[in-house]
């Protein structure tokens, strides 16, 4: 409304002043409308990519992101996604959808672009067969214009101009003009203009809500960190609340527990056994305060919001991490190495690395 009322200080006659109006609108609004397409359109694509459909899809998919830096050799990097995984989890989901922004961007703006050309020019046609009150004629048969101020005001109803200044080339000539702001505001949608990281978050708001009670099975990761190795949780991401006599608890493919550096038996040492090993072999955790609980009873020393350890899915690369950074692992966490660890500890990475891929090319996620 404060440009409204600019407008209107200024003294613009009726033809003017719609121009002024909706130059004004496609200023203010293309952009907006035209990341919430985009958001919308990345989204639609991603709710059956295997990343957001399956756990071990998008495991595998984090641990792509870590073979690519053990390969590049950047340990430092590395050893902080592995401590920081919720982080790790965003920076990767993040790079995901902005290659898919990527892959988007100039098809959605040409379709927004060509798309509301027709909608004006439609518009304009219709209106020069009107005989009074054209702006409002204009604005009112025009879907797109939604927060304009009302077009039958007297102020510009472009009765004294005549029908032609819709649908003709003279010298003031309200559609040219239009289509001319379209151009000048289409011009400044640019890659570089797109904030990334409000984008995957908008995308990721969608996918959870418009798949809520689907049955569809599209439903992102939990992500809620395991308090023992450090591993986020494959449960659907509304599994705390989902069930309504009994909330499920969160569950996990397991790393070694010392992997992350989070907690440490009396020893003071990295350990390799996993989660699932340590309750097989019962071992107690220790705990912040120093109490001791086995790890057959994890769902009581975190009542109420893990499940016990269990065999489930075997995480190659983390063992072959832990077995084969020992001392930049020591350095990391300033902790002794370990003294005693697993043979089957000793993967080799090319095998794991051909595995990974073979999955996600199977569920289409591609990844660089």
Not at 98 to 122: G, H, M, P, S
Not at 148 to 155: G, N, V, Y
Not at 231 to 256: A, F, L, N, V
Not at 287 to 312: C, M, R, S
Request: with cysteine.
């Amino acid at each position: 409304m404060y440009q409204y009322a600019q407008i209107l200080c200024k003294g613009y006659k009726a033809a003017d002043f719609l121009i002024a109006t909706l130059d004004n609108w496609l200023k203010d609004n293309y952009v907006l409308g035209f990341s919430e397409e985009l958001v919308h359109e990345v989204a639609t694509l991603f709710q059956g990519q295997g990343w957001v459909q399956s756990a071990q899809t998008m495991q595998a998919t984090l641990d792509k992101d870590l073979i690519q830096l053990i390969r590049a050799k950047d340990i430092k990097t590395l050893l902080d996604n592995i401590s920081n995984p919720s982080l790790h989890n965003t920076n990767v989901t993040t790079r995901l959808i902005k290659t898919k922004v990527q892959e988007c961007f100039d098809r959605v703006a040409t379709t927004i672009y060509l798309n509301i050309k027709q909608c004006i020019t439609t518009t304009a046609t219709a209106t020069s067969n009107v005989n009074v009150n054209r702006s409002a004629q204009f604005v009112g048969t025009n879907s797109l214009v939604k927060n304009l101020p009302k077009a039958d005001d007297a102020i510009m109803n472009c009765n004294e101009q005549g029908p032609l200044i819709f649908s003709t080339s003279r010298s003031l000539n309200i559609l040219s003009a239009i289509l001319d702001s379209l151009k000048s505001v289409q011009s400044k949608v640019k890659p570089s203009g797109i904030d990334i990281l409000d984008i995957a978050s908008d995308v990721l708001e969608i996918i959870r809500n418009e798949t809520q009670d689907s049955n569809l099975g599209v439903i992102p990761r939990c992500g809620q960190i395991c308090p023992m190795c450090g591993c986020p949780c494959t449960k659907d991401i509304d599994h705390i609340s989902s069930s309504e006599d009994d909330e499920i608890p969160h569950d996990t493919y397991h790393q070694p527990v010392r992997l992350c550096g989070r907690v440490y038996d009396e020893s003071k040492k990295l350990v390799g056994k996993s989660c699932v090993q340590s309750t097989i072999d019962n071992v107690k955790l220790v705990l912040e305060d120093g109490t001791k609980i086995p790890y057959k009873q994890f769902n009581k020393a975190f009542p109420f919001t893990w499940v016990i350890p269990h065999v489930n899915q075997n995480l190659p690369l983390r063992e072959y991490i832990f077995a084969n950074f020992q001392v930049d692992l020591a350095i990391y966490y300033n902790k002794p190495k370990c003294s005693s660890i697993p043979r089957k500890y000793f993967h080799d990475i090319n095998d794991i690395a051909r595995q990974i891929d073979q999955l996600l090319m199977g569920s289409n996620v591609y990844y660089s």
